[in-house]
């Protein structure tokens, strides 16, 4: 299978067409701690309830939808109208266009308040995700403040304990995670919980958000 648009040179290869790539330091160190701070203060973060499995259910964390106009995005049975993109996302987006060329029309912002905030297995599997879903679908999540686990199973793998078809990934303040390819369709990824102590860290997940047809 050929690359496709946004692959970097150094990404993982997982075979069948998912791959990710991680960089360390997307965000330069005197930048980090200011961008936290601006995007915790001017994002409309806030539990969600979601339906999962027919119950009603606080999301165990703060979330924040933005996009452009026209990008309103279903996710676990509720409809969610974006807010605009601030100037601090803006910037983001900009720098992420450059370096992947690819422009994220939409943003899920994430807050891990402490070690008992997390993010359960999931694919960001919706069909309107772009380039074109469900082979060739592109998200860059960029991490801000404390570091945390992230891990990723083949959806062959789930479920069963089993090691193989698994990857972990320590993302820390300043990362950008990019998942492409397959990624979304085969394997799915989650943000466990942790009893270790440890501090709020922001997500940013970037998004293509094709326009409905
Ligand atoms: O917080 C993270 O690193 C993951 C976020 C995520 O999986 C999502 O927004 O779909």
Redesign the pocket.
């Known amino acids: 299978m050929s690359p496709g648009p946004g692959r970097p040179p150094g990404a993982v290869d997982l075979g069948e067409g998912a791959w990710f790539w991680h960089a360390a330091g997307f965000v330069a160190a005197p930048d980090r701690a200011p961008l936290f701070a601006t995007l915790v203060d001017t994002l409309p973060l806030r539990v969600e309830m979601l339906r999962i499995l027919g119950r009603e259910v606080a999301t165990p964390r703060l979330t924040a939808w933005m996009g452009d106009p026209g990008c309103a995005y279903r996710y676990s049975g509720r409809t969610f109208e974006p807010a605009p993109f601030t100037p601090a996302l803006l910037a983001v987006r900009a720098r992420l266009a450059e370096t992947l060329g690819a422009d994220f029309n939409t943003v899920?912002a994430?807050l891990?308040r402490d070690g008992r905030d997390a993010?359960g297995w999931?694919a960001?599997d919706e069909p309107e995700l772009g380039p074109a879903a469900p082979d060739d679908v592109l998200?860059a999540?960029v991490?801000l403040g404390a570091a945390?686990k992230?891990v990723m199973r083949h959806r062959r793998h789930a479920g069963r304990g089993d090691p193989e078809g698994r990857r972990a990934l320590v993302?820390a303040d300043g990362d950008l995670?990019v998942m492409g390819g397959t990624m979304q369709r085969r394997w799915q990824?989650?943000?466990p919980r942790t009893t270790q102590p440890v501090a709020a860290?922001l997500?940013l997940?970037f998004r293509m958000r094709r326009p409905a047809s």
């Open positions: 899920l994430n891990y993010m999931h960001d998200i999540s991490s945390r992230f993302l995670l990824h989650a943000v860290r997500n997940t």
